[in-house]
């Protein structure tokens, strides 16, 4: 089944404990991307990747880290979380090719507490 | 910049009853435009898209929108809602070219029995 996965579902930390969460896509995108959603502000873009070893700021990187060594793979390092950084964390996925328009498909989501 | 307007934080409907979601977005040209649902602790699922053709597209579970260049709008629509349809809504825009998603804020859709 084409899928991304991530892990963990849930976690609660507290501030200054590193932290990752995993992004995995079995349907050889190029494209992947992570996203924070927040009440009333709907979905901001982290940081995106276009394929292994590039990876870009989003709208709201600041805090975060990624890392792109494998395809399939995209994960969110958060090296020293705060309390802001609680949120519902989703990562994504695409072709980079034109046929696919931007569609993406997305992971299940992360919920992150930092107390 | 693009920006994506949902105007409608919560709606509230009768099962049964007709359904429109809100959506506004701005760019100069027509951009890729998607509807996703996010039923309670769950991820996003793609409802429906617009590439471009037929200005009305059908999504799934029932429903539809319909592109309105003139008013930049891109409005969600179900002739008769069910319970299960209660969740979050979210507009999305996509720039052909570019790689980002921009979505809106978001609409909450309570269904009353």
């Known amino acids: 089944e084409a899928q991304v996965t991530q892990n963990p579902r849930y976690l609660i930390t507290v501030t200054g404990k590193k932290l990752t969460v995993t992004c995995s896509q079995n349907m050889n995108h190029e494209y992947m991307s992570w996203y924070r959603q927040d009440p009333g502000l709907g979905l901001r873009q982290i940081y995106y990747?276009?394929?292994?070893?590039?990876?870009d700021k989003g709208d709201v990187p600041e805090g975060y880290k990624v890392s792109r060594k494998e395809k399939r793979n995209f994960p969110l390092i958060l090296e020293s979380p705060s309390p802001n950084q609680t949120s519902l964390y989703f990562c994504?996925?695409?072709?980079?090719?034109?046929?696919?328009?931007?569609?993406?498909?997305f992971g299940p989501g992360t919920r992150l507490t930092v107390t | 910049a693009q920006s994506v307007t949902q105007p409608d934080i919560h709606i509230t409907v009768s099962e049964g009853a007709s359904l429109e979601l809100r959506c506004n977005y701005s760019y100069g040209a027509t951009p890729y435009l998607f509807w996703y649902v996010q039923s309670p602790g769950q991820g996003l699922q793609l409802l429906l898209k617009?590439?471009?053709?037929?200005?009305l597209v059908q999504g799934i579970k029932g429903f539809e929108a319909e592109f309105k260049r003139s008013q930049s709008s891109f409005n969600l629509r179900k002739p008769s809602v069910h319970w299960s349809d209660a969740a979050e809504y979210f507009c999305a825009v996509g720039e052909p070219g570019a790689n980002n998603l921009f979505f809106g804020t978001g609409t909450r859709l309570t269904v009353i029995p």
């Open positions: 994504a996925s695409r072709f980079l090719s034109s046929g696919s328009r931007n569609e993406q498909y």
């Open positions: 990747s276009m394929n292994v070893e590039v990876t």
């Open positions: 617009y590439f471009s053709g037929d200005t």
